[in-house]
C-alpha cells in the first residue's frame, strides 16, 4: 500500500508493504529536488543529489528519526549547485556513488548500466541515460519509482546545450529507456521550477511538451532554441564536484 501525506513542506510517500519512504527535500536556490530514501526496519537511509548549503538540514532530519546514511548517489556532474556527497562522506563514513564517467574520482563506486544498489528494502537498478550530460543516469526503485535526474522533468527535460549535452542522446534516453518503463512507474525529477512534486512515465509520454509525441527532428529543434542563461554556479560548481564537494 503506498500512501502519500503532507509533512510540512514535504510530500512523504510511504510504501507499507515493503516498508520505505521517499521524503523529497527541495532546494530553493537552485530547484533542486534531493531525495531520502528510508528503509524503515533497518533505519538505513540514502540521499540522492544532496546540496552542499542544506548539509545540516538533511543530516538534522536523518539523525532525529534516528537513521544511518550510508549512501550518496549523484545522478549526474551538476553545474547549478555543489554536492554535499564529500562532506556527508567524511562525517558520516557513507559511501559516495557517481556515475561512470562523471570525472567525481574522490568517489567510493561508479555506476554503469544495469549496476543495483542494495539497502534493506530499497533495490535500485541504474540506467545510464545520457544526453543531458554523458553521464547522466537514472535511478529505477523496486520497478514502481524513477529519479530521473536531469533527464526528465514533470512536463520537461534537462537541458543540453553544454557539458558535452546531446538532444539526440537525450531523445533516445527518454524515449527508448525511461518512457519503456510501465506506464505507472512514478516519476521524480531532479529539478522542479513550477511546483511540481513528481509525476508518472505514462503522463509524461502523454503530455510532456517537449517530447510527447515529437519526432527526433522536432525534439532537436525545440532544445536547439531554447536559449536558457549559463548556470550561475557552473564555475565552480562543476570542478567543486569532481571533487565530490570539497573545493569550495
Not at 538505513?44 to 548549503?53: F, N, S, T
Not at 562532506?87 to 548500466?113: I, M, Q, W
Not at 529539478?191 to 522536432?218: C, M
Request: glycine share 6%; with cysteine; hydrophobic share 35%.
Amino acid at each position: 500500500m503506498v500512501i502519500q501525506e503532507k509533512d510540512k513542506s514535504m510530500m512523504v510517500t510511504t510504501d507499507t508493504k515493503i516498508g520505505i519512504q521517499i521524503k523529497p527535500l527541495y532546494d530553493f536556490e537552485s530547484g533542486t529536488w534531493t531525495y531520502l530514501l528510508l528503509d524503515i526496519k533497518s533505519k538505513q537511509a540514502v540521499l540522492i543529489d544532496p546540496v552542499i548549503e542544506n548539509l545540516d538540514r538533511d543530516l538534522q532530519l536523518i539523525e532525529t528519526m534516528e537513521y544511518k546514511l550510508v549512501a550518496t548517489i549523484e545522478t549526474h556532474m551538476h553545474a547549478d549547485h555543489i554536492t554535499a556527497a564529500g562532506v556527508l562522506r567524511d562525517k558520516t563514513g557513507c559511501n559516495s556513488y557517481a556515475p561512470h564517467l562523471s570525472g567525481a574520482s574522490c568517489a567510493t563506486h561508479f555506476l554503469k548500466e544495469n549496476d543495483t544498489i542494495s539497502i534493506g528494502e530499497l533495490n535500485l537498478k541504474i540506467l545510464h541515460t545520457p544526453g543531458h550530460t554523458p553521464c547522466s543516469i537514472s535511478l529505477v526503485l523496486n520497478e514502481m519509482y524513477v529519479f530521473t535526474g536531469d533527464t526528465l522533468f514533470v512536463r520537461g527535460c534537462g537541458r543540453t546545450d553544454f557539458q558535452g549535452g546531446s538532444a539526440e542522446s537525450l531523445y533516445h534516453s527518454i524515449t527508448k529507456k525511461l518512457f519503456s518503463l510501465p506506464d505507472d512507474t512514478i516519476v521524480f525529477p531532479g529539478h522542479d521550477y513550477k511546483g511540481f512534486v513528481s509525476s508518472t512515465i505514462g503522463e509524461e509520454k502523454q503530455w510532456n511538451p517537449r517530447i510527447a509525441n515529437r519526432t527526433l527532428e522536432d525534439f532537436k529543434s525545440i532544445m536547439d532554441n531554447l536559449n536558457l542563461p549559463e548556470p550561475k554556479k557552473i564555475h565552480e560548481a562543476v570542478p567543486a564536484n569532481r571533487a565530490c564537494g570539497k573545493m569550495i
